[in-house]
């Protein structure tokens, strides 16, 4: 079976300028996620979907960020404009629903630079 | 605040010695999960510990649970230059009603098997 799609890999971009994330998740996982790494602040959660609806976005750092469920097999995190604080690692995972105690399967990230 | 918080930070020891990593959590949980990071790529779920287990098995790893002290431990037996990576622990977020499997993970251990 196919992981959870992230794309792109990497994206360097010019600080103002919009940048789009894009993931797919594993078929039949009703759960989305979207977090960002970096070293200062660790793994945080910016926005989960249950059933392609947004549940908490109380981690989205301001409204510059945005993000989309259209359909159960796509979402996109977008940023506009960036900045060159943005940069970091941002992941998105996917899983069943939580009372079957599965567990949460992640991308590959996308690795964002604003310069 | 963060739910899980590791001990060590990080971890370096001798291929073929044993690597032991700590987890402490807040709140009361019915499963506690760890995972893996290499660098580069996304976490990747290594096991799940039911609230109702005191240990749990699979391969070189072994996890314990105790709930009267809120705490797991994961150790790494006979360790490989490959278990070079970030380990986290992950619970599920307490206020989270809406069924979908929103996990906090912890800080991380980075452990660094030197061969």
């Known amino acids: 079976d196919a992981g959870v799609i992230q794309s792109p890999r990497h994206e360097v971009t010019e600080m103002g300028q919009e940048v789009t994330l894009r993931c797919k998740p594993i078929?039949?996982?009703?759960?989305l996620f979207w977090y960002r790494q970096t070293m200062m602040r660790g793994l945080e959660l910016l926005i989960y979907f249950n059933n392609n609806v947004p549940i908490d976005d109380s981690g989205m750092p301001e409204d510059r960020f945005s993000a989309k469920m259209p359909n159960a097999s796509f979402s996109t995190l977008k940023i506009q404009p960036s900045e060159p604080r943005d940069s970091a690692v941002y992941f998105c995972?996917?899983?069943?629903?939580?009372?079957?105690?599965?567990?949460?399967?992640f991308g590959d990230g996308t690795r964002l630079s604003i310069l | 605040s963060q739910q899980g918080e590791e001990d060590p930070q990080a971890l370096s020891i001798q291929e073929g010695e044993n690597a032991t990593m700590n987890c402490s959590y807040k709140t009361s949980i019915n499963n506690l999960q760890w995972y893996r990071q290499n660098s580069g790529r996304g976490l990747v779920h290594l096991i799940l510990i039911r609230s109702n287990e005191r240990e749990k098995h699979s391969g070189r790893l072994r996890v314990t649970l105790d709930t009267s002290k809120k705490s797991s431990s994961l150790l790494i037996t006979a360790s490989r230059a490959a278990d070079t990576a970030s380990y986290f622990c992950a619970t599920p977020h307490p206020q989270d009603q809406t069924g979908a499997n929103n996990l906090f993970f912890g800080t991380g251990t980075r452990l660094t098997v030197i061969p």
């Open positions: 078929s039949g996982h009703n759960s």
């Open positions: 995972a996917s899983s069943r629903m939580r009372s079957s105690n599965q567990p949460q399967h």
